[in-house]
């Protein structure tokens, strides 16, 4: 019998470009143009009932919205049982504590995501500055989880940051995007690496780089792994079995710190049914428990009430 799925990893991208414009992500920065692409609320969701995806957290697609919510806020209050939106804010703008908080009390925000703007300025204010800490102490506070992208080049000095976090907010869910690995480079990492002609090379199996990377936070089980496209499409070029790379990562950190989202609204290398169907190809290789929990229990554990 298949296992029903949460996806914690969807953008939306809405078809109402009047409504909801594209936004710079960060002052200074260029406004995005359209995308040829929409997911809408409405697509989404029957692309949910027709793969059995109980809800969806709806991750701020920042780099056509920046920190304009408004389209994710607003389809999670047409449809509450479905959405749980994770917004991206400001973290060097003084209002924005008090903006999360007031979302989070209102009961419009799941979860908060820290994003550096500029990835190629290698800093962690985006994460660590007054005002970011201030955000994790909302976070600590309402229990609402905090989910990080860390790109290929920040991960050797940005995952002891993160370590440091986790050991003081160790009730707070931390979930690193795309696995904080670097099997979680994402295609324009790789495209920028090529040009700058250092590519990126993925770290063979049997470890696939996690001892280098991710195997600080053995002993921070409020670390959690999210495993979505980006790193499918890794590991077909690297030509890895997820099924190994989630096996060895299960192993590593117990069964209890992975989960499964889908990208959909950014990767579109496979369609909504192949995303699901890889996910539940990468549990292959884990036993019908382990699998339920990667597929849904952990994911519902952390968002599944919207608190800790």
Not at 179 to 188: C, H, I, M, N, R
Not at 238 to 261: C, E, H, I, N, T
Request: hydrophobic share 40%.
């Amino acid at each position: 019998m298949p296992f029903r799925l949460i996806d914690t990893h969807a953008h939306l991208v809405s078809d109402d470009w009047e409504t909801y414009p594209p936004r710079p992500f960060g002052a200074g920065l260029p406004t995005p143009e359209r995308s040829p692409f929409t997911v809408t609320a409405e697509q989404l969701i029957a692309m949910m009932d027709d793969n059995g995806v109980d809800f969806a957290c709806l991750v701020q697609r920042g780099h056509i919205y920046g920190y304009d919510n408004s389209y994710i806020l607003d389809s999670a209050t047409r449809y509450p049982d479905r959405f749980r939106p994770v917004v991206i804010l400001d973290t060097q703008d003084p209002k924005t504590p008090a903006t999360y908080r007031t979302l989070v009390q209102e009961g419009q925000a799941f979860g908060f995501r820290m994003a550096q703007s500029r990835p190629w300025l290698l800093d962690t204010a985006w994460m660590s500055s007054p005002v970011a800490m201030e955000v994790w102490d909302v976070c600590a506070e309402f229990g609402t989880p905090m989910a990080l992208i860390i790109f290929n080049n920040q991960l050797s000095y940005v995952l002891p940051l993160v370590k440091l976090m986790a050991r003081r907010y160790p009730q707070l869910p931390i979930i690193l995007d795309h696995a904080g690995t670097y099997f979680g480079a994402s295609q324009y990492e790789v495209a920028l690496a090529e040009e700058a002609g250092t590519p990126i090379v993925m770290p063979p199996p049997p470890d696939w780089g996690i001892e280098s990377s991710i195997h600080i936070f053995e002993d921070d089980p409020n670390i959690y792994f999210k495993i979505t496209e980006i790193n499918m499409e890794r590991f077909l070029k690297a030509g890895v079995k997820s099924a190994d790379f989630v096996r060895r990562m299960v192993d590593r950190f117990g069964p209890d710190r992975l989960m499964w989202g889908s990208d959909v609204g950014q990767s579109r290398l496979w369609t909504y049914p192949e995303k699901v169907a890889m996910a539940q190809s990468a549990a292959a290789s884990l036993t019908a428990a382990e699998t339920q929990k990667f597929l849904h229990g952990n994911a519902n554990h952390v968002y599944g009430s919207g608190r800790s």
